[in-house]
C-alpha cells in the first residue's frame, strides 16, 4: 500500500498569511493526488485533483504543485473560511490512501 | 445540482450485518465511479471500497475484504454497501462518494461530491 504522510499535523496561522502544506508519497505516485478540505460536522470537499488542477469553484488563492513523491498545497492569503483540516490522497493504485490530516488553526 | 445521500446506518452487534445505501440525483449515475469512505470522529478517513461505472470492478480495503460487498443499481441511481461480519473497528461515519471518472484503477480518480454520511456503531 502507498503511505501518505502530511506536514505538518498542526498548524497555526492568521488571516492574510500564506501557508504550505506537504504530503509525501512512500512511492512515485505521478501527479494522481488529491486534496481535501474538511470542516467540522461537514463531509470533505475536493480542492485540487491531479495535484494542480482546481475543483470548479474552489477560489484561486488555493494551488497545488508537485510529481513523483513530493507535494504541495498553498493557499496564498488565509482567510477565515480556511480555517479546517486538510487531507491528501493518492489514487495512483489501490488501496486508495489519505494523509493523516493537516488541521489548519486561527493563531 | 448534485445531490449524494446515504442511508441505514445504525447500532448493532459485533458479528451481525448491516447494509447502507446512498441514493444521488443530480447527475448520469451510471456515467461515474462511486465510493465508499469512513472516518472514525475525530480521526482520518479511510477508503473502503470502490465500484466502476458498470459494477464490474470491486475494490476493497484489505480491513473489510470478504466481509463487505459493494454494489449498485443504476436503474435507482444507488449505491449499496453490505457490511457482514461486523466488528467494533468498523464504528465510523460511513460517506458515499462519487468518483469524477467512469472508473477509478489506473486513472487519476478522485471523489468530487459527498454525502453528509450515516454512522454505523458496532457494540454489544
Known amino acids: 500500500d502507498i503511505q501518505m504522510t502530511q506536514s505538518p499535523s498542526s498548524l497555526s496561522a492568521s488571516v492574510g498569511d500564506r501557508v504550505t502544506i506537504t504530503c509525501r508519497a512512500s512511492?512515485?505516485?505521478?501527479?494522481?493526488l488529491n486534496w481535501f478540505q474538511q470542516k467540522p460536522g461537514k463531509a470533505p470537499k475536493l480542492l485540487m485533483y491531479t495535484a494542480s488542477d482546481l475543483q470548479n469553484g474552489v477560489p484561486s488563492r488555493f494551488s497545488g504543485s508537485g510529481s513523483g513523491t513530493d507535494f504541495t498545497l498553498t493557499i496564498s492569503s488565509l482567510q477565515p473560511e480556511d480555517f479546517a483540516t486538510y487531507y491528501c490522497?493518492?489514487?495512483?493504485?489501490?488501496?486508495?490512501?489519505f494523509g493523516q490530516g493537516t488541521k489548519l488553526e486561527i493563531k | 445540482e448534485v445531490q449524494v445521500v446515504e442511508s441505514g446506518g445504525g447500532l448493532v452487534q459485533p458479528g451481525r450485518s448491516l447494509r447502507l445505501s446512498c441514493a444521488v440525483s443530480g447527475f448520469t449515475f451510471d456515467d461515474y465511479a462511486m465510493h465508499w469512505v469512513r472516518q472514525v470522529p475525530g480521526e482520518g478517513l479511510e477508503w473502503v471500497s470502490g465500484i466502476s461505472w458498470n459494477g464490474r470492478t470491486r475494490v476493497y480495503a484489505d480491513s473489510v475484504k470478504g466481509r463487505f460487498t459493494i454494489s449498485r443499481d443504476n436503474g435507482k441511481n444507488s449505491l449499496y454497501l453490505q457490511m457482514n461480519s461486523l466488528k467494533g473497528e468498523d464504528t465510523a461515519l460511513y460517506y458515499c462518494?462519487?468518483?469524477?471518472?467512469?472508473?477509478?484503477?489506473?486513472?487519476?480518480?478522485?471523489?468530487?461530491?459527498w454525502g453528509p454520511g450515516t454512522q454505523v456503531t458496532v457494540s454489544s
Open positions: 512511492q512515485s505516485i505521478s501527479t494522481y
Open positions: 490522497q493518492q489514487s495512483y493504485s489501490t488501496p486508495l490512501t
Open positions: 462518494a462519487k468518483d469524477h471518472l467512469a472508473i477509478f484503477e489506473g486513472v487519476p480518480s478522485a471523489f468530487d461530491h
